[in-house]
């Protein structure tokens, strides 16, 4: 199982990105998908976290601001941000509780992370 994500970069504070994140592989159920975000020096944190029943939550600080979806046919999750503040600087990560087929076609269920993607706020 793959989680590949994009959309990062740079932007600056007061505009808007919208990050992606495909999940392949021999899936056979995704429950949770959504994004994480890890600032140098500080720990991982919620951004926001969406189930296949597409009901989400978010952190606190980008509630109002980000708004985060999902397509279950297609094993995406998206995420737009808007209003960007110099604080959402960030490797945002990618992340899926998921069941899946390994390579012995054994059933494995496991919290999944993509390799993550750099959002920089700056003028």
């Known amino acids: 199982v793959q989680l590949q994500a994009s959309g990062g970069g740079l932007v600056q504070p007061g505009g808007s990105l919208t990050l992606s994140c495909s999940a392949s592989?021999?899936?056979?159920?995704?429950?949770?998908m959504g994004w994480y975000r890890q600032a140098p020096g500080k720990e991982r944190e919620l951004v926001a976290a969406?189930?296949?029943?597409?009901?989400?939550n978010y952190g606190d600080s980008v509630k109002g601001r980000f708004t985060i979806s999902r397509d279950n046919a297609k094993n995406t999750v998206a995420l737009q941000m808007n209003s960007l503040k110099p604080e959402d600087s960030a490797v945002y990560y990618c992340?899926?509780?998921?069941?899946?087929?390994?390579?012995?076609?054994?059933?494995?269920?496991?919290?999944?992370w993509g390799l993550g993607t750099q959002v920089t706020v700056s003028p």
């Open positions: 592989g021999r899936i056979l159920r995704i429950d949770d």
């Open positions: 969406i189930t296949s029943g597409l009901m989400s």
């Open positions: 992340h899926a509780n998921l069941l899946y087929y390994n390579a012995y076609d054994e059933t494995v269920a496991e919290r999944s």
